[in-house]
């Protein structure tokens, strides 16, 4: 896969078309990464069982976290030339196909 974490990439697709955000996780297998700020899913974690049960207390807790998404639906966002490219590789590693830069 040629979009590593920490990377910065640009959403080409979907809801968060146009979004910029830095590459949390890279999941190879899957083809897909979470990307911070984008994909947003609320996920509801609940407390430990003991103190679910207890009547008319308020438990649980929402957070937001970035689901994964596939590696196709974004392009690197070149720190050199500062824009949305794809990648090709060269002898030492990858290359903006935009600038042709070591990126
Ligand atoms: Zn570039």
């Given at each position: 896969m040629k979009i590593k974490?920490?990377?910065?990439?640009?959403?080409?697709?979907g809801k968060d078309r146009g979004k910029k955000g830095k590459v949390l996780h890279a999941m190879p297998k899957e083809?897909?990464?979470s990307v911070?700020?984008?994909n947003l899913l609320k996920k509801h974690?609940?407390?430990e069982k003991q103190k679910?049960?207890?009547?008319?207390?308020?438990?649980?807790?929402?957070?937001?976290?970035?689901?994964?998404i596939f590696v196709s639906n974004t392009k690197l966002l070149c720190p050199k030339c500062d824009k949305g490219t794809r990648v090709g590789m060269g002898e030492d590693?990858?290359?903006c196909k935009k600038c042709k830069q070591k990126v």
């Amino acid at each position: 896969m040629k979009i590593k974490k920490g990377d910065t990439v640009l959403i080409i697709t979907g809801k968060d078309r146009g979004k910029k955000g830095k590459v949390l996780h890279a999941m190879p297998k899957e083809g897909k990464v979470s990307v911070e700020g984008v994909n947003l899913l609320k996920k509801h974690v609940s407390p430990e069982k003991q103190k679910q049960q207890q009547k008319g207390k308020k438990t649980g807790q929402i957070v937001e976290f970035p689901a994964p998404i596939f590696v196709s639906n974004t392009k690197l966002l070149c720190p050199k030339c500062d824009k949305g490219t794809r990648v090709g590789m060269g002898e030492d590693g990858r290359i903006c196909k935009k600038c042709k830069q070591k990126v």
